[in-house]
Nanobody
Framework: QVQLVESGGGLVQPGGSLRLSCAASGFTWLTYAIGWFRQRPGKEREGVSCISSRSSDGTRYADSVKGRFTLSRDNAKNTVYLQMNSLKPEDTAVYYC??????????????WGQGTQVTVSS
């Protein structure tokens, strides 16, 4: 059974940083995509960042977070990290980790974590 366990959310002041972690287990796919979505208050869910196990596919970022967020992974631990810097109040959202046995384009159709709250406020 595929499981995703997220951690690292919390309250931070504007301009601050947080690092989210997502530990994945229970999958045996050789090819997969893993990344983060978020749902801001009153907004639709949006993709934040995604990385594929195929190194040639690169890492993708939403325009709203490019240059501020960095997605990385530790393959030995089956864990991905979302380093979020220069946080803005509009980054306030529930952040969800997701994994799919396909591509980043199909990430939303995969498995999801329970979500972690990120609040950016002074």
């Amino acid at each position: 059974q595929v499981q995703l366990v997220e951690s690292g959310g919390g309250l931070v002041q504007p301009g601050g940083s947080l690092r989210l972690s997502c530990a994945a287990s229970g999958f045996t796919w050789l090819t997969y995509a893993i990344g983060w979505f978020r749902q801001r208050p009153g907004k639709e869910r949006e993709g934040v960042s995604c990385i594929s196990s195929r190194s040639s596919d690169g890492t993708r970022y939403a325009d709203s977070v490019k240059g501020r967020f960095t997605l990385s992974r530790d393959n030995a631990k089956n864990t991905v990290y979302l380093q979020m810097n220069s946080l803005k109040p509009e980054d306030t959202a529930v952040y969800y980790c997701a994994i799919s046995d396909s591509s980043c384009e199909q990430l939303a159709l995969g498995y999801w974590g329970q979500g972690t709250q990120v609040t950016v406020s002074s």
